[in-house]
């Protein structure tokens, strides 16, 4: 079964992608700290061609075989990521990189472009979604900082990401929209197992 979270910055993705993955044993696949990856590959003058990024089933995310997991918190790679991902070359090339990841195997997979781009077939969709102010407390409350930048800092990611000409950040249709604002991860994670439940159901029948 794959499962395809999206969502834009700060919606809680990462959060519920790990907590799923965990209680159902699947793979967890974080796309855009892959995108980051590749943001350290640039900064350290290695081509598109010459990047391998893989996922290993205990979360560490490898470069060209090196566990670069630590660096990937560094916020210059945060710009540069996002960057990256409006190149359509760029995007190509992890978009392939995430399929060959998700081949064969149960995974839950999060970012901007999952259910509409890398997984449109996935059986199960999520849309993640939290107000501006939510989402800026939630990041504030994670990496420190003044509120109003970081208000500013994510309307800016939001822009980027839901106008970019390539695999804008938009929900899929068939895809179900959850709104997190006022609910603790946990409530979010027995909701989207409360999907599962009925989508196994379902593709049993």
Do not use: H
């Not at 959850?178 to 049993?204: G, I, S, W, Y």
Request: aromatic share 4%.
């Amino acid at each position: 079964m794959k499962i395809a979270i999206d969502g834009p910055a700060a919606a809680g993705k990462t959060t519920l992608g790990k907590r799923l993955a965990q209680a159902l044993g699947f793979l967890f696949v974080p796309t855009g700290a892959m995108y980051r990856a590749a943001a350290l590959a640039f900064q350290r003058g290695l081509r598109l061609e010459d990047i391998d990024i893989t996922v290993t089933e205990s979360g560490k995310i490898l470069l060209n075989g090196e566990d670069v997991t630590a660096l990937l918190s560094n916020p210059e790679l945060d710009e540069l990521s996002s960057v990256l991902s409006a190149d359509s070359r760029v995007r190509e090339r992890l978009v392939a990189l995430q399929r060959k990841i998700a081949e064969g195997r149960d995974v839950v997979m999060e970012g901007r472009d999952i259910g509409t781009v890398v997984l449109p077939d996935a059986e199960l969709k999520i849309f993640l979604w939290a107000t501006l102010e939510e989402r800026a407390r939630r990041r504030q409350r994670e990496q420190g900082g003044r509120l109003e930048e970081i208000l500013e800092a994510i309307r800016r990611r939001d822009e980027r990401d839901s106008t970019r000409a390539c695999s804008p950040l938009k929900p899929a249709p068939d895809a179900v929209f959850l709104d997190t604002t006022d609910k603790t991860p946990e409530e979010v994670l027995k909701e989207v197992l409360k999907m599962v439940e009925e989508r196994r159901a379902r593709m049993d029948r």
